[in-house]
């Protein structure tokens, strides 16, 4: 089974709030990152945080991480309906050697 | 660069046959990954190679798959004999470092009759 395990694992919001999803991990990572998954396509990256970073911004991204609670969230504000997607997060475990994917949380945004 | 390219991009075949799929990673990444997703099983991590060298093939199902990276401009993932359940969407990725940001292709969606 994989690590990485995301909640919810499904989201439906309206086009303008703000969408929050959790990622947690089990052991020591060295970085924590998101991808973005539009039906039928490929995996696209959206932001890397590294161990020794709280938070980072990218556009209407924020993504947090907690090494001590070994979470990370992924808030995306304002959402429009083109952020209709899944999103996973992603890490490399350094103690065992895999890059594992999260479950990943499908996020719809209603116009 | 062009990305990631896969191909074919969608291939359907009877069950028992074999079936190759193919990846061209990102010129000057080090690190390809191949990977399955499925409804049921999510994204799984099948394989991945540093410098044309397989490093973790613990996520191969089964001995009728295989990969292989003659070079750093391809590699393949080959299916001998397929069956209904291997069918599924295959990604291949690739990176610069085995921790950073991995590139995707579009994928290959498969479908064993």
């Known amino acids: 089974s994989q690590q990485g395990e995301e909640d919810p694992q499904a989201l439906s919001i309206q086009e303008g709030e703000n969408a929050t999803m959790n990622c947690s991990y089990k052991?020591?990572?060295?970085?924590l990152q998101w991808y973005r998954q539009n039906s039928g396509r490929g995996l696209v990256h959206l932001i890397l945080?590294?161990?020794?970073?709280r938070e980072k911004h990218s556009g209407r991204l924020r993504v947090t991480l907690d090494t001590s609670k070994k979470s990370s969230s992924l808030l995306i504000t304002a959402s429009r309906a083109a952020d209709t997607a899944s999103y996973f997060c992603?890490?490399?475990?350094?103690?065992?050697?895999?890059?594992?994917f999260g479950t990943g949380t499908r996020l719809k945004v209603l116009a | 660069d062009a990305g990631v390219i896969q191909s074919p991009r969608h291939e359907v075949t009877e069950m028992g046959q074999e079936v190759t799929l193919r990846c061209k990673p990102i010129?000057?990444?080090?690190?390809l990954f191949w990977y399955r997703q499925t409804m049921m099983r999510g994204l799984e991590l099948l394989i991945y190679?540093?410098?044309?060298?397989?490093?973790?093939d613990s996520g191969m199902p089964e001995d009728r798959f295989s990969a292989k990276m003659p070079n750093a401009s391809f590699s393949t993932l080959k299916i001998q004999p397929s069956e209904p359940r291997d069918s599924a969407v295959y990604f291949c990725?690739?990176?610069?470092?085995?921790?950073?940001?991995?590139?995707f292709g579009p994928g290959t969606r498969l479908l064993v009759l």
């Open positions: 990725a690739s990176s610069f470092r085995i921790e950073e940001t991995q590139y």
């Open positions: 992603a890490t490399y475990y350094t103690g065992t050697y895999k890059y594992i």
């Open positions: 945080i590294r161990s020794n970073e």
């Open positions: 052991t020591s990572i060295n970085n």
């Open positions: 190679f540093n410098n044309n060298v397989p490093i973790d």
């Open positions: 010129s000057g990444h080090d690190y």
